[in-house]
């Protein structure tokens, strides 16, 4: 039987590539193998595929996977893209039918949908909360990490890291 993998969306990446963790990414749920489909890598600018680029060839951390998918899977995939964007439905409609989870932050396309089909997702927000809660960072780590990806131009909420609890405990 073959682990369960994370997926992840290009919005997590891109977090992790702005805050600097891109290569903590991968190790922080180590008992999970960690990909991203061909369709959210190829959504992504050029500098956050280049670090993207050096896990995957380098450290091997996160595999890049062609979104090959079964009749089931494909027909969710056109009719998720009828109202998400194709990076989202891909993983998605990839997690549905693999009974993988998903690492996005796109609540607003992602979160229903995934509650409504039993699919794990885990956001950015929830990946620091692991981080420090395995000491691979503190609190302070994670805020600052949150500053900068702000000052960057991404959106993510303040979090008091003392009291947050992920929407699903892995």
């Not at 992504?44 to 280049?50: F, G, Y």
């Not at 062609?66 to 993983?91: I, P, Q, T, V, W």
């Not at 131009?153 to 003392?162: A, E, K, T």
């Amino acid at each position: 039987m073959s682990k369960v993998k994370v997926v992840l969306d290009a919005d997590v990446i891109i977090h992790f590539a702005k805050g600097g963790y891109l290569n903590l990414l991968p190790t922080i749920l180590k008992e999970y193998d960690h990909m991203v489909l061909d369709i959210v890598y190829d959504e992504l600018n050029h500098d956050t595929r280049s670090q993207l680029d050096n896990q995957i060839k380098f450290l091997k951390n996160i595999e890049l996977v062609s979104f090959k998918a079964s009749d089931d899977m494909m027909y969710e995939y056109f009719r998720l893209l009828e109202n998400k964007g194709k990076g989202e439905s891909a993983c998605l409609a990839y997690c549905r039918f693999s009974n993988n989870v998903i690492g996005s932050s796109n609540l607003k396309d992602t979160a229903d949908y995934c509650s409504m089909y039993g699919i794990v997702y885990l956001t950015t927000i929830d990946f620091l909360y692991y981080a420090i809660r395995r000491r691979l960072i503190n609190s302070d780590d994670a805020e600052r990490f949150i500053t900068d990806v702000k000052h960057k131009g991404s959106i993510l909420p303040d979090i008091d890291f003392s009291t947050y609890m992920p929407n699903h405990l892995l």
